[in-house]
Each structure stands twice: as C-alpha cells, then as structure tokens.
C-alpha cells in the first residue's frame, strides 16, 4: 500500500510517501518540504504549492492520501492556511479518484509511538526506527508527514488494520479487550477520542 502524507502549510507543508507491506513493515520513498514565499499574494501562494502536490501525487501514484485533521487555533491566519492547502491536497486527491482519510494528531501519536500524547522528537524518532532512517527527517513538517502516511496505512490494512478491527468488536462487546498491545489499546483509545468529540460537535451544532 503506497500512501501519501500531507502535513499541510502554507509556509511550509511536509508531503511524505511511504510502502507499507500487510505485516506493517514500511519504506521511505520519498519525502519533501513544499514551500511559499510569505510576501507572495495567497493565490500565487497556493498555485505554488498546488504545482508541487501535483508533481509528487504524478510520480508517486499513491493508493491513498492523508491528511491531519484542522483543529481551531489562537492565530487564525495559521488555520486558514492550513485549511487552504488541505483543500488543495484534498481536490488533487479527488480528481484522481483516490481515498482521503483525515487523521487527528492524537491518532497518529498513537499509531506511531503507542502514546497520544507523544512530542515531536518522540513521533520524529518512532519514524525515523520505523523506516530504518539514519536521522530524523527534517524539518518536523517532513517527520508529521510521513508519521501519517504510516498512521493511515497502519490502521487503515494489513495487520494492524485488523488489530483495530478487532479492537473495535471487542469494545462493542463490552470487553476490556483482553490481548490487545499497548499500542493497539492507543489506537482504540484515539478512535472512541474522536468520536466522542465528533458527536460532540454534532450535538452543538
């Protein structure tokens, strides 16, 4: 399964590719920092970093596309860039008819080191042991980005797929969950986070 992470900015916005095999192992393909001048107008901002999503998506193919999912920020110039260049990544994806998954960072914390609340340098060098690195990719916009290509694909196929599968069932029965690793007990823990937190916004509005 070859997926492609986008950690989206506009200033700067990490683009990872991964192949993942079904017993999880995972392989660098390639990785890049796509950038924009700040004194540029927000079009020719956007066009920029719209050209080079699409050179990547062009040579790579992925199977899937993910991207973090936008949470309401203090500076708001930062979150409408990051949605802006969601949206690009977003519309890229969908006129090739490729599957777009939105991840939380908790969900990718999870999925990558075993805990939600995990730092950059610890998710950094969880991606960096995962893909056999000699270094963490750098700057940290490179390392989120292929954090959640693996994310997705860990939890989307393969074994891990099916630990989340099972982790679910085993929660709507009412189990504890017996056998589950730490991490596979993460995971589950991020899924019931954001659907309580889905439902909550529901509710709201």
């Known amino acids: 399964m070859r997926v492609l992470g986008v950690d989206p900015g506009l200033t700067r916005c990490g683009v990872g590719v991964v192949d993942v095999e079904p017993n999880r192992q995972a392989r660098l393909v390639d990785v890049v920092v796509l950038r924009s001048p700040t004194d540029l107008p927000i079009e020719r901002r956007l066009a920029r970093i719209a050209d080079g999503l699409e050179a990547i998506f062009e040579e790579h193919r992925p199977n899937a596309v993910a991207l973090e999912r936008v949470f309401a920020r203090s500076d708001v110039s930062t979150i ?71 994310c997705h694909a860990w939890r989307t196929g393969g074994v891990a797929g099916q630990a989340v599968r099972d982790a679910r069932a085993a929660d709507a029965g009412g189990s504890d969950a017996p056998g589950l690793t730490p991490a596979q007990r993460a995971w589950l823990a991020a899924e019931r986070s954001a659907a309580v937190s889905g439902a909550a916004r529901r509710v709201k509005e």
């Not at 006129?95 to 969900?107: D, F, I, K, Y």
């Not at 080191?113 to 056999?132: E, H, P, S």
């Open 80 to 150: 409408m860039g990051t949605a802006q260049i969601s949206g690009v990544a977003m519309l890229i994806a969908a006129r090739r008819e490729l599957p777009v998954a939105l991840h939380t960072p908790s969900e990718v914390k999870a999925s990558i080191t075993g805990y939600g609340r995990a730092d950059k340098k610890q998710v950094g060098a969880m991606v960096a042991r995962i893909l056999g690195l000699d270094a963490v990719p750098k700057p940290a916009d490179a390392a989120d980005a292929l954090a959640l290509a693996i």
